[in-house]
């Protein structure tokens, strides 16, 4: 468990480290505006491949010191309705740069734009009781967007990711000790239901914060769709020309 960790936080370190000496040899606190990131992509997705390395390590090793065996199994997707909430800046670009040059690429960006849409819907029509807080009325809107069963729009047919190898952390960080008819909306809040996540040293997360910034300027959004939608958006600027 202490290697992986050790291997994550290497592999952060090194990355922070590149990104303060571009911020310092440019004199800005960021390392990116959208002025410059288009050169520095390749080596943005080669970090992020290393980071989902890193990850993966890491869960393998805190899964063997899991005490009951995980039901997770291939082909289920029922986890694949939930509205994903975080994901780095780096991981957005990486994941789309995937997506672009496939032939699903408006149809995916379609559908991304309705989960959007659906749940900003639901955050605006979600009545909370007065002593509850804006944090709750998201926790609320989520578990609605939950049980109104939006599928991912990257799940194939055969309720399989179609991009499982560039997914980002917060797809790889969900499991069930439970067997998969009960990892739906009906039973998530039964104890009949036992999910859970696999969090990262509060160190590790404060790396992964500290890349982020880097990225501020450009303002993406931690919404894994609304995310998508951002890089779309900036398709000419940021990858015209790139294979």
């Not at 050790?6 to 922070?16: F, G």
């Not at 039901?71 to 029922?78: D, I, L, M, V």
């Not at 040059?101 to 960006?109: A, G, Q």
């Not at 993406?220 to 779309?232: D, H, M, P, R, T």
Request: glycine content about 2%.
């Amino acid at each position: 468990m202490k290697h992986a960790e050790h291997r994550m936080a290497s592999v952060l370190s090194n990355e922070l480290n590149r990104l303060d000496k571009i911020a310092q040899e440019s004199r800005r606190k960021q390392a990116f505006t959208i002025d410059n990131l288009r050169k520095d992509l390749k080596s943005i997705f080669l970090f992020c491949e290393e980071y989902h390395k890193a990850f993966n390590l890491y869960v393998e090793s805190a899964l063997k010191q899991h005490e009951n065996k995980i039901k997770c199994t291939s082909h289920c997707g029922n986890c694949c309705r939930h509205y994903p909430m975080s994901i780095a800046p780096f991981e957005l670009l990486y994941f789309y740069n995937t997506i672009r040059n496939t032939e699903l690429l408006l149809n995916f960006i379609q559908k991304c734009f309705a989960r959007v849409e659906k749940y900003h819907f639901l955050l605006r029509n979600t009545e909370l009781k007065n002593s509850e807080s804006l944090e709750e009325l998201e926790e609320v809107t989520l578990h609605s967007f939950f049980a109104a069963k939006q599928v991912c729009p990257f799940l194939s047919e055969e309720e399989s990711c179609s991009f499982y190898k560039e997914r980002p952390v917060s797809c790889r960080m969900y499991f069930s000790e439970t067997e998969s008819k009960y990892c739906v909306s009906e039973f998530l809040q039964t104890t009949l239901n036992r999910s859970f996540i696999i969090y990262l040293p509060d160190h590790i997360e404060e790396s992964i914060e500290l890349i982020s910034k880097h990225y501020e300027s450009l303002g993406f959004s931690e919404s894994f769709f609304e995310g998508i939608l951002q890089v779309n958006a900036l398709e000419g600027a940021l990858f015209y020309g790139l294979p």
